[in-house]
């Protein structure tokens, strides 16, 4: 059998953004409609705390296919070098269970990851949103602010990063890339200050921005922290939000600022208002009114990975790109 090997250049050559972001739309939809099967995915802790593999099965019934996104996460790492991000995604195709596909996961990831942050804010966000703050100055930072440039017209970018001089870089780079102008802040409270789209990005084990400093009308899309454990946000952000989720039953086993909230008797089960999926098919209400909060809790599932792998696949394939290695 032949598989094809896709590298990230690749993945950035056959998977735009605007596309991944009404793909990952599609995605979402079918997650809520149960048109998916999603196991929680399970991590394998490394002593020491050096890093861990995540191991993220399922299977996707439109397009059909099943596969898992092996993925390394080295805190410690050092980019450009070294990634903090590694990883593949193994795509095999229903009907015989062949392995067609070796995708570079980390690219996969970057690209889904901000295309669904895309997709929840232009659900949710106010129509005229344009004031952008970025808690990040890394991978995610870069492809989230792509993202939001192609569903929002955005008037003002600040950046934050507890790195002064990474967030320097990053607003130099980026700024020179889109031709815009990005600001830098020297607290999270500063980059927030005025913004109605609210991206955080971060590794951040305890809250780095708190519900005092929310206010009507903003959109917030809480993305860096992955465990249980961890927190981007506090509880009265939390509690102060209109929340919506990618998927309910990843977030009530690992969504960290649901289950702190949670435990706190801050708010019950029923604060998950809907999945992102429930609300862009129609089934469930989004934003309500322009003095809303609203919030999109990203934990990242394994069919955002298949979706966006095989379309890649299938481009590759038209294209004649990738390279076929025969097992």
């Known amino acids: 059998m032949d598989i094809r090997i896709l590298r990230a250049e690749d993945v950035r050559a056959l998977l735009p953004m605007a596309e991944c972001i009404d793909l990952m739309q599609r995605t979402m939809i079918a997650v809520s409609q149960g048109r998916v099967v999603l196991p929680l995915r399970s991590m394998l802790f490394m002593p020491g705390n050096r890093g861990l593999l995540g191991n993220m099965p399922a299977y996707l019934g439109e397009p059909e296919c099943y596969g898992v996104k092996l993925v390394s996460i080295m805190p410690h790492n050092e980019p450009p070098a070294h990634p903090t991000h590694l990883g ?9 269970g062949q392995p067609v596909a070796l995708v570079d996961a980390a690219e996969i990831t970057a690209i889904r990851t901000a295309a669904a942050s895309a997709m929840a804010t232009r659900l949710l966000a106010g129509t005229d949103a344009g004031d952008l703050a970025l808690i990040g100055a890394g991978e995610q930072a870069r492809s989230h602010l792509e993202a939001m440039l192609a569903v929002c017209r955005l008037r003002r970018i600040r950046v934050w990063a507890r790195d002064v001089d990474k967030a320097t870089v990053f607003a130099q780079a980026q700024a020179a890339r889109h031709d815009i102008a990005i600001e830098t802040a020297s607290t999270v409270r500063e980059a927030i200050l005025g913004a109605d789209i609210i991206c955080t990005l971060t590794d951040a084990q305890e809250p780095l921005l708190l519900g ?6 903003m959109h917030l899309n809480v993305v860096g922290s992955g465990r249980a454990s961890h927190a981007e946000i506090d509880t009265p952000a939390v509690l102060k939000a209109r929340f919506f989720v990618d998927c309910r039953d990843s977030t009530v086993h690992e969504g960290g600022e649901y289950l702190r909230a949670l435990k706190e008797g801050a708010i019950g089960p029923e604060h998950i208002l809907a999945e992102i999926g429930e609300v862009a098919n129609g089934s469930k209400v989004g934003r309500r009114s322009p003095a809303d909060v609203t919030l999109y809790k990203s934990l990242g599932i394994a069919p955002q990975d298949l979706a966006a792998a095989h379309w890649v696949l299938e481009k590759a394939r038209a294209r004649g790109l990738g390279e076929d290695i025969r097992f």
């Open 212 to 217: 005092d400093w929310l206010v009507p009308g």
């Open 88 to 96: 593949v995604v193994v795509l095999f195709e229903a009907e015989h």
